[in-house]
């Protein structure tokens, strides 16, 4: 079956460390995305990228780094400088890079927690 | 810029009848999608409903449907026959000319039996 993968499901990590979060998508998607949540709020677009070797800044970049080297993956690594990085962390992927009428389709999440 | 405003922060819902999530939503964009995602105590993200800009009819996915008026800039869920399985966080998202998806601060709906 096609779809989404991000690994881990949990990740601990001590503050001052990088962490890298993993998102593979087997859907032949364009487009890939990183969104942030935090608890009992909407979902904030941290990168995306519409093509490989490309990508560009979401609303809240800062402390995050991305790399698009295959269409199939979007790692994303989340700096020391990252100043409250404890949140749940979404990848996502659409067929078309700047259609409007199509749905992106989500993973399952990364909850990172930092202490 | 885009954005969604969901001014609902919770609502309650008697099973078997039918609840409406308000969303209204803001862009410059000439052309834009509107949808609506599902998320689940468990977190995943579960696409409903598409709305184009330019679509005349209302759209509608099973108990799912879009009471969209453009106009008003409005793009309110509808569920119909509420289920137990349908209590959840709601997001309202636009996606515009430029491809990013924007969402709202959403909405959580619980089901009582």
């Known amino acids: 079956d096609g779809g989404i993968t991000q690994s881990p499901k949990y990740l601990f990590r001590k503050e001052g460390q990088n962490v890298t979060l993993s998102c593979e998508q087997n859907l032949n998607h364009d487009a890939m995305y990183w969104y942030r949540q935090d608890p009992g709020q909407g979902l904030r677009l941290i990168y995306y990228s519409q093509i490989v070797n490309d990508f560009q800044k979401g609303d809240i970049a800062e402390g995050y780094s991305v790399s698009r080297e295959k269409k199939e993956s979007f790692p994303l690594t989340v700096t020391s400088a990252q100043k409250n990085p404890t949140a749940f962390y979404l990848c996502?992927?659409?067929?078309?890079?700047?259609?409007?009428?199509?749905?992106?389709?989500f993973g399952n999440g990364t909850r990172l927690t930092v202490t | 810029a885009q954005k969604i405003t969901q001014t609902q922060p919770g609502m309650f819902v008697q099973e078997k009848e039918a609840v409406t999530l308000d969303c209204t939503y803001d862009t410059s964009d000439p052309s834009y999608g509107l949808f609506w995602y599902k998320q689940p105590s468990s977190g995943e993200m579960i696409f409903l409903i598409y709305?184009?800009?330019?679509?005349?009819q209302n759209a509608t996915e099973g108990r799912y449907s879009l009471n969209f008026q453009k106009a008003r800039k409005s793009a309110n869920l509808v569920i119909s026959a509420s289920q137990l399985g349908d209590s959840a966080m709601y997001f309202c998202a636009m996606r515009g000319v430029k491809g990013k998806l924007t969402f709202g601060q959403g909405t959580i709906l619980t089901v009582h039996p």
């Open positions: 709305q184009g800009s330019y679509d005349q």
């Open positions: 996502a992927s659409s067929s078309n890079r700047q259609t409007y009428n199509s749905p992106l389709h």
